[in-house]
């Protein structure tokens, strides 16, 4: 049942399921998304994990000003971890996709007595040049212009179309049609001030601090290039990481491939907390894997 917890002007929509006694584990969304992009797998990872979804500013049910400020990623961060204090957790791992991997991982960074283990799908520290920022800012307002002036299902007949998305066109109808009904869920208005407070190019640049981050988890799809070549850099820098490749797979891994990415959070993610909470793991090697879907039962 979704409960609302106020901080710092945000009142975040939240559903938590499981046992308290077990690992706490945050979900983040990626844009254009909801809390609800997780539900398939609920059932399964509250067996292990005390699950906790939230709609992040700008989407689904959250309710928050219409000012930028509250955007931005340090506000979000921090409203999180108030959140967090509210609920007891004082530790937390957590599994972030897209935009919602770059929340996660800026949480790691700025929080790390609070974050643990950290699994990052298809996502970036950022943008590691003032340049490629300015590019980007111009582009994320860009869009957030059209969000403003457009419908928002105007807007999501584009957005589901750009490439980044393509492998998506291989769906089942029913599950598009799922997607496109969450996309157009939401309010225009909102998403274009989550594109100007958090988009990348408004990200705090986290490559130079990857060489000092533990516990990361990095997941993509071999066919999403964009992303591939990114987490290849990110693993060459991590210390001790793991990368699960998915063959065949693109952008959003959680959606192509559910059981498969649902079975690496149920075993080897949690295998991976219970092996190393609360240590750096210095010794542990690093491990690039590539799987299908048969590689994990």
Known sequence: MIQFIENMGVQHAVNIHGDKSHPPLLLLHGFTGTMETWQ?????????????QIDIVGHGETISPDDVSYYAMDHEAASIIRLLDKLEVSTTHIV?????????????YAYPHRVDHVLLESSSPGLDSESE????????????????????ESFVDFWENIPLFHTQKRLSNRAQLKIRKERCSQQGGRLSLSLMGMGTG???????YLPKIHHLFLVTGTLDSKFMN???KMYEMLP????????????????EVPSLFSRLVYDRFYNEIKGNTG????????????????DIK
Do not use: C
């Not at 860009?142 to 002036?149: G, M, N, T, Y």
């Not at 001790?240 to 959606?255: D, E, L, Y």
């Open 40 to 52: 398939p797998f609920i059932d399964q990872w509250s067996k292990r994990f005390y699950t906790i």
């Open 96 to 108: 972030g996709y897209s935009m919602g991997g770059r929340l996660a991982l800026y949480l790691k």
């Open 133 to 152: 920022r300015e590019k980007r800012r111009k582009s994320d307002h860009q869009l957030a212009v059209r969000l403003q002036k457009e419908s928002i």
């Open 202 to 208: 408004q990200q705090v640049n986290l490559w130079p």
């Open 230 to 232: 990114i987490n290849r």
């Open 240 to 255: 001790n990481t793991k990368w699960f490749s998915m063959k065949n797979v693109g952008h959003a891994v959680h959606i």
């Open 279 to 294: 240590q750096e793991n210095k010794n542990s090697k690093k491990m690039f894997t590539e799987l299908e879907s048969e």
